[in-house]
Structure formats: C-alpha cells, structure tokens
C-alpha cells in the first residue's frame, strides 16, 4: 500500500506523464488499485474465520489482475484449508495432496528453515514449472501469521499472458498485506472465539464441579452430624432410634425402621418411626426375624459379611421384609448380630440418586461402627458390673478373712494368755503363792464367822464389855482407903494369876466362873457394901467385866481400882502371893 | 551309810508321813477348839499377848484355818502355801510360849484342850519338831499329791 501511494505521489511519473491520456489512464489505475484495496479490506474485515478470509480473498484479488487461477493454503495448528479458484479438477486434485508439501517448503516443521518474519511475493516465469504448485503458476505469496499459523498462496497468468506490471505487483503486494492483516485477525478472532468456547466449557464445568462439590460437602457434613450423633450415643436401642430418625431426615421420608437380630434366643432391638408405631412388634416377631434373615440367604455371595452393608434393590425382596421399605439396607454388624434398615413413605417422589445411595450406605457403615462400639460399651458395663459384683465379692472375702485373721490373732492371744494363765497356776500350785495363803485364811475367816454366827455356843467377835459403860473407877490410896474401911477387893483374874500375886485380902473371884465363886463368897454380902475389883492384861479386862457383873446383881457401889495390881504395887502397898 | 541318810532324809515318801502326821494333827488340834470357841479365847488371853478386842476373833478364826490347812496337807492340795501358813502359825505359837515361859506364867499350851499340862521348854522342843517336819514337807514332798493327780498333765501344755 505505501508502495502504491509512493507511485502515485512520485514527482518522476507527473513529469513522465505529459500526455493527459495516460496520466488519466494511470490515475485510474491507481484509482483501480485503492478501490480494490479498499474493497479486500471490506471484504476481507466481514470474514469470521481464517479460512473464510481465505475463501474471500481468491476472487478479491484475481479480478482486479485478471488472472486465470488462483490457490490458497492455510496451515494452522496442524491443520490445513485449501481453497481453490479457477482450476480445473486435474489440477486441484493433486494441488490438494501437494498442499502440506508446499506449505512444509516455505514454512518447515520445527523451524528448521530459514525464518520468514513478513508477507513475500514471488513472481515469475520460473514459478509456473515448479512441480510444488500447479502449472502456469505466475505468482506465490507467503504470510507468515503467528506460531504455528501460516498461508501460502498462488496465482495463474493473467488472461492476457503478459506478465506482471509493477503497479499490479505493488497491488499484488498490497493484497497479500491486507490479506494478512485479515488473517491475522481473524486467526485472533477465531483463538478468542474458541478460548471462550473453551473459557465456558470451562465454566460450565467448574459450575459442575461445584455442584458436586456442594453436594459431596453436604454429603460430609451429614455423615459427620450423624458421625457426631451417633458417637456420642452408647445405648443400641437410643443409637438405632437416633439413625432412623438421622436417615428420615436426609433422605426425606416420613417413616422408617430398623431391626437388629442376634444369636438364636437373644432378644431382638427394633426401632420403628412412623403412623402406627404399634407395627414394631412385627419387627421384634420371629417371622419377622425370618423374614430379614431370610434376606441374607437370597443375597448367596453377595451377603453382607462382617462389617458390610448391601442395598437391597430388587423391589421383591423389599415387599418381602416385615416392613414397608422403599429403600432397603441390609448389614452384618458381626458374626451374631444382623440387621435391616427401612425407609418407605418418601416426602419427594423419583429414585435415589446414586450420590446419595453412597451417601446413605456411608451412613449405614458409620451407624455400624457406633453400633458395634455401643454393643462393645454394652458388654464392658457387663463386665464391668460383673466385675464390681466380683470386687465386692472379692472385698467381702478378704473382710472374712481378716476378721478371721483378727479371731485367729484373738483366740492365738487367749490361747498364750491361758496357756500362761494355766502355766502360772500350776507353776503357783508346786510353790507357796501369797494369794492361796491369802484364800486359804480367808476361807478360815469365813467359815469360821459362819459357824460362830450360827453355833449355840458361838462367842461376841468383840467383847461386849468393850461397848458397854465404864464402871466408876478408883485410884489406888482411895482404894486403900476404902478398904481399910470394910471395903471388899475383889482380884478378878483366873486362879493361876491370883496365886501369883494379889493384893492383901483380896479375893478371888475370876470372871469365867462368876456365878459359882459369887454364889460360894459374896452371896451374904451386903449390897451397901462398896467393892473394888482389879484384874486386867492385855488381853482381857477381868475387872470391868466382873464389875458390871456386880452391879447387875444389885451392888451399889462397885469400883475398879484404876492400873491394877501394878498402880498397887507402884503405890508400894502390900502385895500377898 | 550318809546317802543312805540323805536318801532316807530326803525321801519323798518321809515328806508324805510328815504331812500326814502334822495334817491330821492339825485337824485334830482343830476340832476341839472349833466347838469351844469361848474357852479357846481363854486360852488365847491368858498368853497376854493378843489386844483385848481382837482375842474372840482369833478364836473364832484361828481354828478353821488350821483345819483347813490340816486337810488341805492331807489331801496333798497347795501343799507348799499350806506348809508356809503352818509353819507361820507354829512359830507364832512357839515365840508365844516362849515369851511366856520367860514370864513364868502359870498356863497351859492350849493347843489340844483347856486343861492341858503347863507350858515347858519341852512343849518349845515340840513346837520346833513340828516345825521342821513342816519344812521337811515344804521341801521334798512330791508324792501321793490331788495337785499332782490333775494338774500334772497341764505342766505339759507348751511341750
């Protein structure tokens, strides 16, 4: 195009032009050539894609030069458009199978060739017997477009055969420029139409994605509420209750059951949640016990084994559980234990998608793991309570047996105590011991008071003068004096001791024979008549007890000579012996 | 000759006519003051050595201690507490007599009735024989013993 304009501006050409008729002539030309440029460009802006630019631009550019032929390949990312103008079959036949080879010529795979970095025109005579392009060829341009994106184009004669002017050439040059400033853009336009072909299937995925995402999150959070729940629950019946109710709420159904079967004999656990709660007994039956087993046996290989869940979905083995169950699971907690779960009465009609049946048999898993640690939990409290019965048990024997202990230590201690008890008594008995004395001669008081307390001829312990009054006493020079006048002494103690000593004319008349001396020697005496009596030891005061004697028999004046025989004597008065 | 004393000296079986002699003498002695307790607190004044007030106690008391010591020295029961008490009461008998032998007081022993012979060294002598066949008894007695016939068996309880 500048090439164009600079002929047109070119001072040389106004002068060489004299004639108004080829100056006219040229100005229509070029004229010609700009409106042609101009058209391409039109023409060529409209196109969508590269191949259509392609297609578009054979006509553009063949008119204006009046060529006979005209061909273009377009190579882009590994794939080639060829399109064809004005030849005829045998030549666009083998043009089309050549086409890679002519496109590699120019442009080598890998960039091995030399680098074409603009738009080129060859042009020539030689050009129309090279065997890469069809006969006749008169001109090739090549535009190079971006990486991997290139187009080779080429021309025929013109109809007139003569061969290229100049100026045709400058608009060959310009064509082949506008045309890959087209292709350029509509390459780029093609790529932004398909990065945002590819930008929404991306979208569209990544909004899938997301979906699933969503889904799967809820999918998580559900199974770790019920994880959560479920964990938190150690009674299998409360655990069966909380998941049906769990499952009813994920899934949307108004009602659901689940049954536990163990051994032969143990009593079944069953769960019902919905209208009529009465139909749990069909549960907890025996037929529907055999009706669940039952279940398993049809499944044959696919039985759930321990620790495995099966959901169940032919629709006749469903009618044939003992309850209503739209969705159906069946699970093996262990060797014994086996169970169902049911849920029938959906609040949304359609099937289960198959996220949520993965979904649901998670669930299930989880409820067995709780289960079994709930039924584990069962049998440690089992344990545990027979252990602490054990332990009390246990605690009881030991009590026994330290009291035992204790009474053995006991009756050990009263054995030592009586053997030494009995040691030291027989030891007592071949040595004199101060207690047998002392129980001997208190045996001897004893029986001794006894007999005197009920013997006829028992005697006072003490004296009963020792209680009685003191007779009137007298001193010896009174005494003496009262028996110089006529007072009788009397010498109170037994015969031996008066025949010892006594005082002068005294008589005798000794206590323990009172009555016969008294009735022998003062049985005439005058009662008027004073008496002094004497006769003491230690051991007996004869005085005193013949004294009161005396005044018992009526004697009015009865005195005992105060010291005795010795106050006497001391008084140095007569002593007869 | 002098083991054959000692062997005779120390025989058990003299130790057994020695309790049986001063048991049955004890008894003996007993029985009469037991049934005259009002003479026997006579006797027991006359020796002017007990208080006034505690002479009739005496009397009373004094004799069924013997006879129980006298029967319990016959049956062979405490014979080592027996023979202490007896020879307790000899010895208090013999320094009585000899204190009133020192007094040359005019009374008799009193030991088997009331009227009996005057006190003499002779009656010491007899007091003291009694005495040593008492400790005779004390010391080899091992025959013929109730002790023996039931407690025996129990000196044997830790072997």
Known sequence: MSNAKGNISTPDSE???????????????????????????????????????????????????????????????GGLHVATLGLGAADRDPFDANARML???????????????????????????????????????????????????????????EPFSDD???????????????????????????????????????REAHEALDRRAFQ???????????????????????????????????????????????????????????????????????????????????????????????????AALPLDADVAVLFTLDNDWRGAIGLFSPLSEGTMPPDMRKL???????????????????????????????????????????????????????REAIIGLV????????????????????AGVILGGLFNASSPSGIDLIPRSFFEPQPEMVAAQDARTLAG????????????????????????????????????????????VPIIVYGRTISRNYAVDVAQKLTGLGHEKVLVLDGGLDAWEEAGYEVDS | MMNGVRKLVTSPWLALAFRLYIGGLFV???????????????????????????????????PWTEIICGALLILGIRVRSVCTIIVALLSVFTVAIFINLLRDAPISCGCFHTIEDPISWWTILRDVSWIAMTVHVYRFDAVLQTDQLFLGKLKRIHS
């Open chain 1, 220 to 318: 998580l959070h559900t199974l770790y509420e019920a994880t959560l729940e479920l964990s938190a629950i150690n009674e299998p019946g409360a655990l069966c209750n909380a998941f049906v109710l769990t499952l009813m709420g994920t899934f949307s159904f108004s009602a659901g059951w689940i049954a536990l079967y163990g051994p032969e004999g143990s009593e079944p656990d069953a769960v019902y949640r919905g209208p009529e709660p009465d139909r749990r007994t069909l549960l907890i039956s025996h037929s529907g016990r055999d009706k669940v087993l039952g279940r398993f046996v049809e499944l044959k290989d696919r039985m759930p084994q321990h620790g495995q869940s099966v959901l169940l979905e032919d629709g006749a083995a469903r």
């Open chain 2, 28 to 62: 003996f002695a007993a029985m009469y003051k037991i049934n005259y307790a009002a003479e026997f607190a006579t006797t027991i004044a006359s020796y002017r050595l007990v208080p006034y007030w505690a002479v009739n106690a005496l009397a009373v008391f004094m």
């Open chain 1, 15 to 77: 002068r060489d032009t004299t004639d108004g008729h080829r100056t006219a002539a040229a100005v229509d030309r070029q004229l010609l050539h700009i409106q042609t440029l101009y058209e391409a460009t039109r023409e060529l802006s409209g196109a969508a894609t590269p191949s259509a630019v392609l297609n578009a631009f054979l006509p553009i550019a063949m008119g204006p030069l009046g060529l006979t032929f005209g061909f273009g390949v377009l190579g882009r990312d």
């Open chain 1, 168 to 206: 045709e050439t400058d608009l060959l040059n310009g064509l082949v420029t506008t045309l890959s400033t087209a292709l350029k853009k509509a390459c780029a336009e093609q790529d932004i139409t398909e990065r945002n072909t590819s930008l929404k299937a991306a979208l569209a995925q990544t």
């Open chain 1, 103 to 161: 496109v590699d010529k120019f442009f080598p795979p890998g960039g091995t060739g030399p680098a074409i970095s603009s738009p080129a025109v060859l042009a020539g005579q030689h050009l129309s017997h090279s065997a890469d392009v069809p006969s006749g060829t008169s001109a090739i341009a090549v535009i190079p477009l971006d990486t991997g994106s290139h187009a080779v184009l080429g021309f025929g004669p013109k109809l007139t055969g």
């Open chain 1, 485 to 528: 006048s006529g007072a009788v002494i009397l010498d109170a103690r037994p015969v031996e001791f008066y025949n010892q000593g006594h005082l002068r004319d005294a008589v005798n008349l000794p206590s323990d024979m009172f009555g016969f001396a008294y009735s022998m020697k003062l049985a005439d005496l005058d009662p008027a």
């Open chain 1, 423 to 442: 040691q030291g008594e027989v030891q007592r008995v071949w040595r004199a011991s101060w207690l047998d004395v002392s129980l001997i001669i208190l």
């Open chain 1, 360 to 414: 649901l048999l998670s669930l299930v898993r989880t409820f067995m793991v709780s289960l079994g640690n709930a039924k584990h939990v069962q049998l440690i409290h089992a344990l545990n309570s027979d252990l602490a019965a054990r332990n009390v048990e246990l605690q009881n024997t030991l009590d026994e047996l330290t009291s035992a202990r204790r009474e053995i230590n006991l009756l050990t201690e009263a």
